[in-house]
């Protein structure tokens, strides 16, 4: 009656463990953890073409199209810059070195370069939250900075508008396409006496669009923040549901006792009578092997019953149905039904006692994690 007592008890615990739950904890959209000084740093390198607009042309009639031949020129850029989050960073920008100065339709080379600090806001990432693997970002700029006029020995101020758009070809790697324009000081084309009073007429302009690539140093990733009010709730939902199992389990035993009671002065002819429950072994996603060696303790009583009274066993396999397909969840839940079954044997029920099936992939039991796993029960 003792060892009976023992069997219907541990019977009675149908859910004495749990899965490990694969999902990862919830994170804030928009806030990330801080990188240190010497991360989030890049270099760019890029080919430009430019278009230069001076205030001495205004009011000579020639053409604004930044292609004619006395207006653009090649050039190249070479840039250094950190983001200090996921949407603000900061640049240093040399672009070089060949200029033109307009105020008529024939061409005037000089050689011209310019150093401009930037500041860089990535919308993308402060409008949709950060994104590793976003492939297009869309960053403007603003900032200002100086020019040189090698040809004439003349420096001036400028200002930098732009947009910058990068496209992403690995953590470490980037293409990037920009659009910009600097708005310099009416000297800086080596000519001092402006012409117009209008913004765009005052000053010398220069537009260029530039092709380059971006190569990042060091971590050029950021880890986002936990989500610490939903990882509570999460937490507080998973205690509510352990508690509840428990009140199950309780109210199980406490019917088996009364049960036992009753039938104290009875020879029970079979324990099938009384074992309605089984009891499992849990399993990791996609895999056959045990997940915690705690869920073979209450087997080891039950097989220990079984090598005694001489009854078969039979051990079923389950898997998930949300992952995985039917025909993989069926071998699956087989080959975890197997497991059981040959750590039933290693402790000393004999294999022709033992009854293995798959249910294949199923969605019984919430969460789904608690679909993943084998039972055990005394054959009807």
């Known amino acids: 009656m003792k060892k009976l007592l023992i069997v219907l008890a541990m019977c009675g615990l149908t859910m004495g463990a749990s899965a490990q739950e694969t999902t990862t904890d919830p994170v804030q959209k928009y806030s990330v953890a801080t990188n240190s000084f010497w991360s989030n740093w890049f270099i760019q390198v890029g080919a430009d073409w430019n278009a230069y607009y001076s205030n001495e042309e205004h009011g000579q009639g020639l053409s604004h199209s930044p292609f004619k031949g006395f207006r653009a020129v090649p050039g190249f850029s070479v840039a250094v810059g950190k983001w200090f989050t996921p949407g603000l960073g900061l640049r240093t920008k040399f672009q070089g070195v060949w200029g033109r100065q307009v105020y008529d339709d024939v061409k005037h080379t000089r050689k011209m370069w310019t150093l401009n600090e930037n500041v860089l806001f990535n919308l993308s990432n402060m409008l949709y939250g950060y994104n590793p693997e976003r492939v297009w970002n869309f960053v403007p700029f603003l900032g200002g900075g100086i020019n ?15 947009i910058l758009n990068t496209f992403r070809v690995s953590n470490k790697v980037g293409i990037n396409f920009e659009l ?7 000297d800086f084309d080596g000519i001092s006496a402006g012409k117009g009073s209008r913004i ?24 986002k923040t936990p989500d610490v009010d939903a ?33 104290k002065n009875e020879a029970p002819a079979s324990v099938k009578n009384y074992s309605n ?8 996603i996609n895999k056959a092997k045990v997940a915690s060696r705690k869920d073979l303790v209450n087997v080891k009583g039950l097989a220990d019953y079984a090598k005694e009274n ?46 293995t099936e798959g249910k294949g992939g199923v969605k019984d039991l919430s969460p789904v994690s608690y679909n993943r796993r084998a039972t055990v029960k005394i054959a009807d």
């Open 148 to 162: 040189r006029n090698c040809s004439d020995n003349n420096y001036a101020m400028n200002l930098s508008f732009g």
């Open 180 to 186: 910009g324009w600097n708005y310099a000081e009416e």
């Open 200 to 223: 765009w007429e005052g000053k010398d302009n220069r537009l260029y669009a530039e092709v380059g690539l971006t190569f990042n140093l060091g971590k050029a990733t950021w880890e």
């Open 231 to 263: 990882i509570k709730a999460l937490s507080q939902s998973q205690i509510d549901a352990l508690n509840a199992q428990l009140n199950d389990a309780n109210s199980e035993n406490a019917r088996l006792k009364n049960l036992l009671a009753e039938k």
């Open 277 to 284: 429950a089984p009891m499992s072994v849990f399993f990791n």
């Open 310 to 355: 001489n009854v078969n066993l039979v051990v079923t396999g389950y898997a998930d149905s949300a992952t995985g397909s039917a025909a993989y969840n069926q071998k699956l839940s087989e080959r975890r039904a197997e497991t059981v079954a040959n750590e039933l044997v290693k402790m000393g029920v004999s294999r022709d006692q033992i009854t």
